[in-house]
């Protein structure tokens, strides 16, 4: 039995992203069930689980990429306002478009394969309006150099990219318009350990020399050790325990909690 | 003399649900600590020093009882503190040195060293130069500074550590034997450091293996050892 | 009264072959698209005594739009003497009973493939395009149900990509027929295959501009007075082909859109793709006459 949190006193500033009471399910299987979850402006949101339990899904709705059934949604922005969840196609994709960036596992997903790698980049500025050759191309190549991507390789395809460099394509293409919000599913799972670290120091660095909000999910307890200042895990499409990282590491409450830290390596 | 902390019954144990088992780790301690003064927590090994640490910092979570800090934004029980709160006293109030750097790679030490300065708003020259005066007082060569601390020894990785704790001066300090790996030139320099930050009045609760290091800033003593938890002064660290 | 009164002798087939109800489908698909420009309308594409892919969508809005008054020309990639052309204006006259001519400023109604003539449509006239492919999307995005989406929110950033992407592999900008454009500012379409040159001629012409796909059973239309611009970067200009300069081998007209035969000795030579144009300089320079009218390019360049 632990004593019950108040709710802040200090930090007056409303958080960045409120996700409030989001349910989905597929078919008979209910994916995600009344979970609420918020992240600070700045803040790096980790959330854990293994695979099922339903915080790929709750980030794909963070990116509107899934409706839920039931719960909202809301971003602390100038000219945001109201449940996301509502919108209507065309004003959810100027949205994720402008306000929102994403870094997929796969990076299929998020990358034209054999579009040129400043392309893949230059196309979140096209869907913005940005109309002048010039101003893509530095934009792309501006992009591409925060996410510590080798500029001699601009105009190669990813598809001819390794594993490592095609995830800071991405990441150059989830940055290149400077959303306030940056999702991450697993950035690197699947990578060398070796590149994996070069991708998360990447990524800290982004975060601490732009202060973006970022939501990140993994089942590595390494990355979310890395990277996170707060932790929610989740289990079985609900929410089990949420906490500062360094507490959910060393003092984690709740059984399954104890069960992954102590699991890991 | 203001105080700072006043911790009041504060209780932590651990439930390993695995084991099925609670293991008590301290049970209803109060203390309170006053600006400027330096609090040495005694008892023997297993008697809970470092778990209490990480409680008032609230690495973990207490299960009962009160820390009642006082912010510059008021009266706070860090108990029951929300996660943004305690997030955020951390980045400007409250720091914590432990034993070990947590070092990651390609960040240079006076990269390092120079982060809680950015944090707290400081322009990135005026940074890096307290940084280097920093690292220098400490005893890191310069041929080091631009270096990434994930190859030092432990050493010089604490020595860093230090520079990069203490550069800020902030209202409360906790030390959790933060003299273990350092040579004696080092020791000096943080027991220099830490009467400088004292006479500015920061509260201090340390942890250290040999307190004759520190045995002259040290104002009271905190025994643990859970037949008596009392306090006492200087006098009684009798070796 | 009697049955005979109340009802049309025999005939082996429809005034103008395609019956009534296909005539009013395209007529009111044809209304539609004017009132949505460049907004692709999908239509029961008909069987017509044709292969699909050689004109067959050209063919029946000709055949919905004529009367016997209608002076029909037929050309094909600027001819009008091709066997396609020839055999298409053949089949209306017969089957309308119109009036043909190859004359552009004579024509009320000119069905063409590929090209756009050199002499400035009048609002009385109507242009009918035949188009292979009439989905800009396509090779941005394969599946029709999302291109169809993505025309819905103006979503075009792909289109702009696949720009981007030939500037980068080849300093510039590849696409040479079929240019994307942006018909009044909301729907990119593609002009059927004309050359770039061709292009400009669309935007804010007098006269109406439909373009049939056949095969794929869409209809779509560039009203008089409708903007349409070729999407371009803001910083890289729009350029036709450098045809401004080139001389005609057998008429020696100049600065109009040409047609390339290669010579035995590796050279090359060029005549006028527009051969009614050439036919007309021809006899002007021969003292049969001037029959020439005003052309949209002057002097190889087209007026801003």
């Known amino acids: 039995m632990t004593l019950t949190l108040n709710a802040p006193r200090i930090v007056e500033t409303r958080p960045l992203l409120e996700v409030h009471g989001v349910s989905k399910s597929y078919g008979s299987v209910q994916a995600v069930r009344n979970v609420s979850a918020h992240a600070y402006p700045g803040e790096v949101l980790g959330i854990v689980g293994e695979s099922g339990s339903g915080k790929s899904t709750l980030l794909r709705m963070?990116?509107?990429?899934?409706?839920?059934?039931?719960?909202?949604?809301?971003?602390?922005?100038?000219?945001?306002?109201?449940?996301?969840?509502?919108?209507?196609?065309?004003?959810?994709?100027?949205?994720?478009?402008?306000?929102?960036?994403?870094?997929?596992?796969?990076?299929?997903?998020?990358?034209?394969?054999?579009?040129?790698?400043?392309?893949?980049?230059?196309?979140?500025?096209?869907?913005?309006?940005?109309?002048?050759?010039?101003?893509?191309?530095?934009?792309?190549?501006?992009?591409?150099?925060?996410?510590?991507?080798?500029?001699?390789?601009?105009?190669?395809?990813?598809?001819?990219?390794?594993?490592?460099?095609?995830?800071?394509?991405?990441?150059?293409?989830?940055?290149?318009?400077?959303?306030?919000?940056?999702?991450?599913?697993?950035?690197?799972?699947?990578?060398?350990?070796?590149?994996?670290?070069?991708?998360?120091?990447?990524?800290?660095?982004?975060?601490?020399?732009?202060?973006?909000?970022?939501?990140?999910?993994?089942?590595?307890?390494g990355v979310i050790r890395t990277l996170a200042d707060r932790v929610m895990v989740m289990r079985r499409g609900a929410v089990v325990e949420t906490g500062l990282a360094d507490q959910i590491f060393q003092d984690p409450q709740h059984p399954y909690t104890q069960q992954l830290v102590h699991a890991k390596l | 003399m203001t105080q700072v902390l006043e911790i009041d019954g504060l209780t932590k144990g651990f439930s390993l649900h695995h084991l099925e088992k609670d293991i008590a780790a301290f049970k209803d301690i109060s203390f309170s600590v006053a600006a400027g003064e330096f609090v040495l927590l005694k008892g023997a090994n297993g008697a809970g020093k470092s778990t209490l640490l990480r409680t008032l910092y609230r690495s973990y979570l207490p299960l009962a009882g009160e820390i009642r800090f006082h912010s510059s934004h008021g009266l706070i029980d860090l108990a029951r503190a929300a996660d943004v709160d305690v997030a955020h006293l951390r980045r400007t109030e409250i720091s914590f040195v432990t034993q070990f750097l947590t070092a990651r790679p390609r960040v240079s030490a006076e990269a390092i060293v120079t982060e809680p300065l950015r944090l707290a708003g400081w322009d990135p020259a005026a940074a890096l130069d307290a940084a280097r005066t920093a690292l220098e007082r400490f005893g890191v060569k310069p041929d080091l500074w631009a270096a990434y601390p994930t190859t030092f020894s432990g050493g010089e990785q604490q020595k860093v550590n230090l520079a990069r704790a203490l550069i800020l001066p902030q209202k409360l300090l906790m030390l959790d034997e933060p003299t273990a790996s350092l040579d004696a030139n080092a020791r000096a320099a943080l027991v220099a450091r830490l009467q400088e930050l004292k006479d500015q009045g920061t509260a201090m609760i340390g942890v250290f293996h040999h307190p004759d290091d520190v045995l002259h800033l040290i104002d009271r003593i905190v025994d643990l050892t859970p037949e008596y938890t009392q306090t006492g002064g200087r006098d009684d660290v009798v070796l | 009264m009697s049955l005979s009164t109340l009802t049309k002798p025999w005939e082996a087939m429809s005034y103008g072959f395609l019956d009534g109800s296909a005539k009013r489908e395209l007529r009111r698909k044809m209304?539609?698209?004017?009132?949505?420009?460049?907004?692709?309308?999908?239509?029961?594409?008909?069987?017509?005594?044709?292969?699909?892919?050689?004109?067959?969508?050209?063919?029946?809005?000709?055949?919905?739009?004529?009367?016997?008054?209608?002076?029909?020309?037929?050309?094909?990639?600027?001819?009008?003497?091709?066997?396609?052309?020839?055999?298409?204006?053949?089949?209306?006259?017969?089957?309308?009973?119109?009036?043909?001519?190859?004359?552009?400023?004579?024509?009320?109604?000119?069905?063409?493939?590929?090209?756009?003539?050199?002499?400035?449509?009048?609002?009385?006239?109507?242009?009918?395009?035949?188009?292979?492919?009439?989905?800009?999307?396509?090779?941005?995005?394969?599946?029709?149900?999302?291109?169809?989406?993505?025309?819905?929110?103006?979503?075009?950033?792909?289109?702009?990509?696949?720009?981007?992407?030939?500037?980068?592999?080849?300093?510039?900008?590849?696409?040479?027929?079929?240019?994307?454009?942006?018909?009044?500012?909301?729907?990119?379409?593609?002009?059927?295959?004309?050359?770039?040159?061709?292009?400009?001629?669309?935007?804010?012409?007098?006269?109406?501009?439909?373009?049939?796909?056949?095969?794929?059973?869409?209809?779509?239309?560039?009203?008089?007075?409708?903007?349409?611009?070729?999407?371009?970067?803001?910083?890289?200009?729009?350029?036709?082909?450098?045809?401004?300069?080139?001389?005609?081998?057998?008429?020696?007209?100049?600065?109009?859109?040409?047609?390339?035969?290669?010579?035995?000795?590796?050279?090359?030579?060029?005549?006028?793709?527009?051969?009614?144009?050439?036919?007309?300089?021809?006899?002007?320079?021969?003292?049969?006459?001037?029959?020439?009218?005003?052309?949209?390019?002057?002097?190889?360049?087209?007026?801003?």
């Open chain 1, 62 to 221: 963070m990116n509107l990429e899934e409706i839920p059934e039931a719960g909202s949604y809301t971003l602390d922005l100038p000219d945001v306002s109201g449940n996301l969840f509502e919108l209507d196609r065309f004003a959810r994709r100027m949205l994720c478009a402008t306000k929102i960036g994403i870094v997929y596992q796969n990076p299929h997903l998020g990358l034209l394969m054999k579009h040129s790698s400043s392309g893949n980049v230059a196309e979140r500025l096209l869907v913005a309006g940005e109309r002048s050759f010039a101003t893509l191309r530095q934009a792309a190549t501006e992009a591409l150099d925060a996410s510590e991507f080798p500029l001699d390789r601009l105009d190669a395809p990813p598809i001819e990219l390794s594993g490592g460099m095609q995830q800071r394509v991405q990441l150059a293409k989830a940055i290149a318009l400077e959303p306030a919000l940056l999702l991450l599913d697993e950035p690197t799972t699947g990578l060398d350990v070796s590149v994996q670290a070069l991708v998360l120091d990447t990524l800290k660095r982004l975060q601490q020399d732009r202060q973006i909000t970022m939501v990140i999910v993994s089942h590595d307890l």
């Open chain 3, 31 to 304: 209304l539609k698209s004017v009132a949505v420009p460049g907004c692709q309308m999908p239509y029961a594409s008909r069987e017509v005594p044709m292969a699909r892919g050689w004109g067959t969508g050209g063919l029946q809005v000709s055949l919905t739009l004529v009367n016997p008054q209608t002076r029909v020309k037929v050309i094909d990639q600027g001819a009008d003497d091709s066997v396609n052309a020839a055999s298409i204006r053949r089949f209306i006259a017969r089957v309308a009973g119109t009036p043909t001519t190859m004359d552009t400023l004579e024509a009320d109604l000119i069905q063409s493939r590929h090209r756009i003539p050199e002499e400035v449509l009048r609002e009385d006239q109507v242009l009918v395009l035949q188009v292979p492919n009439p989905e800009p999307l396509r090779p941005v995005q394969p599946n029709m149900s999302i291109a169809r989406q993505m025309h819905a929110d103006a979503d075009y950033g792909r289109m702009w990509l696949q720009l981007y992407e030939q500037i980068v592999r080849s300093g510039r900008v590849m696409q040479g027929a079929s240019y994307p454009s942006l018909v009044h500012g909301r729907h990119v379409m593609t002009p059927s295959p004309i050359p770039r040159w061709d292009v400009p001629k669309l935007h804010m012409a007098e006269h109406l501009t439909i373009l049939s796909a056949g095969r794929e059973k869409r209809i779509f239309a560039v009203p008089p007075y409708t903007r349409v611009e070729p999407l371009v970067f803001s910083d890289v200009p729009y350029k036709v082909e450098e045809h401004g300069h080139l001389t005609c081998t057998r008429s020696g007209t100049k600065g109009f859109f040409m047609n390339e035969v290669p010579q035995d000795d590796g050279s090359s030579a060029f005549e006028v793709s527009d051969s009614e144009w050439g036919v007309k300089t021809i006899r002007a320079r021969d003292g049969i006459g001037e029959s020439r009218g005003e052309t949209w390019y002057k002097d190889g360049e087209m007026p801003q």
